[in-house]
C-alpha cells in the first residue's frame, strides 16, 4: 500500500519562498498522477496543482505563476515549489494520489506571515 509523507512546512515572511516535499514508500510513485490540496483555517480542502504521470501539470488560478509541481519518480518525490508567498497561502498542505484510488498524506503546515 502507497504510503506518502510531506515535508517542508515552515513559518516564512511574506514574498518567501519554500519547497514542499512528498515522498512515497510502499508502491512507486511513478505508477500515480499527484496532486497538492491545501486547507485553511474554516475553509475546505482545496486543490492546488496536479501533475499526472506523464508530467502534465495543472494548477489552481491563484497559483498559477507563483508555484511549480515537479517529480522525481527515480526517486519516489513529489515536489511544490511555492514563490511570492502570500498570507493567504496559509495552510495545511497535504499531497494525495490522484486517480481511482486515494492515499493522503498527514499534510504540513505552512505558515505565511511577518
Known amino acids: 500500500q502507497l504510503q506518502l509523507v510531506e515535508s517542508g512546512g515552515t513559518l516564512v515572511q511574506p514574498g518567501g519562498s519554500l519547497r514542499l516535499s512528498c515522498e512515497a514508500s510502499g508502491s512507486t510513485l511513478g505508477y500515480y498522477s499527484i496532486a497538492w490540496f491545501r486547507q485553511a483555517p474554516g475553509k475546505e480542502r482545496d486543490l492546488v496543482a496536479l501533475?499526472?504521470?506523464?508530467?502534465?501539470?495543472n494548477y489552481a488560478d491563484s497559483v498559477k505563476g507563483r508555484f511549480t509541481i515537479s517529480r522525481d519518480n527515480a526517486r519516489n518525490m513529489v515536489y511544490l515549489q511555492m514563490n511570492s508567498l502570500k498570507p493567504e497561502d496559509t495552510a495545511v498542505y497535504y499531497c494525495?494520489?490522484?486517480?481511482?484510488?486515494?492515499?493522503w498524506g498527514q499534510g504540513t503546515q505552512v505558515t505565511v506571515s511577518s
Open positions: 494525495k494520489t490522484w486517480g481511482a484510488v486515494d492515499y
Open positions: 501533475i499526472t504521470r506523464s508530467g502534465t501539470t
